[in-house]
């Protein structure tokens, strides 16, 4: 079974001094996770305060976006050398909101991945229908397109290192997630496109987590699903509380629970 992971985007929120107490409170309310993996992504700023919190943790820590460069004239860009430098083991790639309101097109998408497993990063590809492609039947066209772009040029064994998440645009933020069922026929068409893209044991190695209105009452359902390897989580990331009780539940799908 793939372990279980729970990614927190905080996305743009956390002075300094909230990102450590944020980071401190999650650190230690989850001593020794069992079962379940857990990664923090703070905004850029936070990444050195956090990643000396986390330090000597089992909590890892990660990223919301990078360029596709090692170093230029990228005015505001921040490179994968960079953030592997600063201790990153995942980068988060295409969210939606960085498609959505910074104009961020596969093509690019697939340039940051490629440049994230350069630089030995995870990369967590974000792919996900909007409310109206949804309704016109076309969420597998949108997903797929996202998929394969995305991955595009990638080798079996490098698809391999990638995570997906399957974040419905819909139920970013809104307080609708996806039923159990929708994301699993998802997730299960997203597995079988990764198979033909590199190979069915690869495939079945390769962590594919849902996002969109995760919180600690939906969790549950949502993880025990066995096409759900886990969670990108936005808002209830940034309640320590709100989020520990999302990993509790996740590390319960496989009869374990995270020791206190
Ligand atoms: C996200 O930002 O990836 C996300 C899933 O947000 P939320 O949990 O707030 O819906």
Redesign the pocket.
């Known amino acids: 079974m793939r372990a279980a992971l729970l990614v927190a ?1 905080w ?1 743009m929120h956390g002075t300094l001094g909230e990102a450590r107490a944020l980071a401190t409170s999650v650190r230690d309310g989850i001593k020794r996770p069992r079962g379940v993996e857990v990664v923090l992504c703070p905004p850029f700023t936070a990444l050195p305060a956090v990643a000396e919190v986390l330090a000597g943790s089992p909590i890892g820590l990660g990223a919301q976006n990078c360029h596709w460069e090692v170093t230029g004239a990228f005015t505001g860009e921040v490179s994968p050398a960079m953030l592997a430098d600063l201790g990153c083991r995942l980068v988060i790639v295409g ?1 939606s ?1 960085r498609r959505q309101h910074f104009g961020e097109i596969d093509a690019q998408v697939n340039l940051k991945l490629r440049a994230a497993l350069a630089h030995g990063l995870t990369p967590l590809l974000c792919v996900g229908e909007s409310a109206d492609e949804r309704r016109q039947g076309l969420t597998f066209t949108v997903v797929e397109g996202q998929l394969r772009a995305g991955l595009g040029g990638v080798s079996p064994d490098d698809l391999g290192r990638c995570i997906v998440a399957y ?1 419905p645009v819909w ?3 809104t307080g609708v997630n996806a039923t159990p069922t929708q994301a699993s026929e998802v997730h299960g068409y997203l597995r079988g496109l990764l198979s033909e893209l590199a190979s069915k044991e690869i495939a079945e190695t390769v962590r594919i987590l849902y ?4 919180k600690p009452d939906n969790a549950g359902e949502l993880c025990r699903e066995p096409e759900i390897d886990g969670a ?5 990331s940034l309640q320590a509380q709100a989020f520990l009780g999302i990993v509790r539940k996740a590390a319960a799908r496989g009869g374990a629970t995270p020791k206190e």
Do not use: D, F, M, Q
């Not at 996002?211 to 995760?214: K, Y």
């Not at 990108?232 to 209830?236: E, K, P, S, W």
């Open positions: 985007n996305k969210h909101e974040e139920a970013i933020g996002g969109g209105s995760v990108l989580v936005g808002g209830a």
